[in-house]
Each structure stands twice: as C-alpha cells, then as structure tokens.
C-alpha cells in the first residue's frame, strides 16, 4: 500500500520554466521532508516542514505543507539544468528515523 | 561536521552467501534506520535502532537484521542472498531528541549486487 502518492513521476522541461511537484496522503504526519537524489548517491536533504500551512524557500524553491498536514508541494521557479535528478517527499508519523517515502520524481531540465 | 558513513560502497555477492554493512551516524546522532532502494519498490524502510535497541522495523524478511553498538555505529546484515536483494542499502540518522525537530540525513548508501 502506497501511503504518500508523488506525481509526476517523470518531468522534462526546458530551461527557465516553472514546476510543482505534488505529496498528496490520506495519512497526516507530524512531518514531511524533502530530499533530491543523484544517481548512485544517498537522498540530500532539502528541506523539513512541520507545521501545517508552514511555507520554506530555498534559493528558487518553495515548499508548502497542507494546512492538514496530508499534503505537500515542491515549485521551482525558472528551472535550470543543474536541478535536474530525483525528487523524493517522504512523510513521518513521529520522532526518529521511520520515513514513509513517495514514488519519487524524475525531473529532467534540458537547455 | 562529518556526513553517515557507510561501507563498503560497492560489492559483488554470490546467492546464499551473507552480507554484513556498516554505517558511522552523523557525531551526537543515536537513531540509526536503514533503507532499500529499489527500482520497482523506490525506498523502503528496514528497521531502525536507538541506544542499541531495535525501535521500529519494517515489513522485510527475518534474513535482515541489524544491530547497533554503543558508540551508535551500526551494522545491518543480509543472511542467504537473494537475486532480488540487489539494491541500495542506505544508512540515515537523526538526532532523536527533545525539540530537535525530525531531520533525518543519509549516507552516499552501499551498492549490492547479487549473482
């Protein structure tokens, strides 16, 4: 059973455009991370929410968690090459190391 | 600050053989999970360890286990090997504490190839 859908799965854009990838659950957890990961490399954490509503910004990266705490987004606003790789939300229903983790995102930015 | 460590990063098995991973958590980090990378599957949670105890486990077979040392390094291990054990083992700690928020970090992960 699948508890954190990610969508989409797979993304190719061009250079400069925008995009949001989207963690939506019927489960509420007390937090939600999200990571990027490089082929053959480890989840880099990008960011953590925990509080619903609660919006973080990262250079051109905004994170949303649903006021609910079920849901979140990613947008990147004018996308660029170096951002392309896998982007994973993965939600946690307390404290300590248990994360349940969506499908991942496949983001490819093209010049 | 030094990152999870995790080793070896790469190795070949042979089916029915063991393997043993390691992993070093971030310094002051007791809470150790592990986790498979699949490309069907993507990653799942294995178990996870704090102060040497097992604290939550995930839904793998009894050929997995783990372990964790006073010094909070840990150890998983992989008894009779699986053609479809062939994956990403990933170690992640966090801090575990009273208002220390749940930041799990990761290590670069240990590449398993069964034969």
């Known amino acids: 059973t699948q508890l954190l859908e990610q969508s989409p799965q797979f993304l190719s854009i061009q250079e400069g455009e925008n995009l949001t990838v989207y963690c939506n659950s019927s489960?509420?957890?007390?937090?939600l991370q999200w990571y990027r990961q490089e082929p053959g490399e480890g989840p880099v954490l990008l960011v953590t929410?925990?509080?619903?509503?609660e919006v973080k910004k990262l250079k051109r990266l905004t994170f949303q968690f649903g006021d609910a705490r079920k849901d979140s987004s990613l947008h990147i606003t004018a996308a660029q090459p170096g951002d392309t790789g896998l982007y994973l939300c993965?939600?946690?229903?307390?404290?300590?190391?248990?994360?349940?983790f969506g499908q991942g995102t496949e983001l490819s930015v093209k010049p | 600050k030094a990152g999870v460590t995790q080793t070896p990063r790469y190795l070949i098995k042979t089916r029915g053989q063991q393997v043993t991973l390691s992993c070093s958590p971030i310094?002051?980090?007791?809470?150790v999970s592990w986790y498979q990378q699949t490309p069907g599957q993507g990653l799942q949670f294995l178990f996870e360890?704090?102060?040497?105890?097992?604290?939550n486990k995930g839904n793998f077979p009894g050929r997995f286990s783990g372990r964790q040392f006073s010094n909070s390094r840990s150890e998983m291990n992989v008894s009779t090997l699986e053609l479809g054990d062939s994956a990403l083992y990933l170690c992640?700690?966090?801090?575990?504490?009273?208002?220390?928020?749940?930041?799990?970090?990761f290590g670069e992960g240990s590449w398993l190839t069964v034969v």
């Open positions: 992640a700690s966090t801090f575990l504490g009273q208002g220390s928020g749940n930041t799990i970090y």
């Open positions: 489960s509420v957890f007390s937090s």
């Open positions: 929410v925990v509080t619903g509503g």
């Open positions: 993965a939600g946690s229903y307390n404290q300590g190391g248990k994360l349940i």
């Open positions: 310094s002051g980090h007791r809470s």
């Open positions: 360890y704090f102060s040497e105890t097992q604290r």
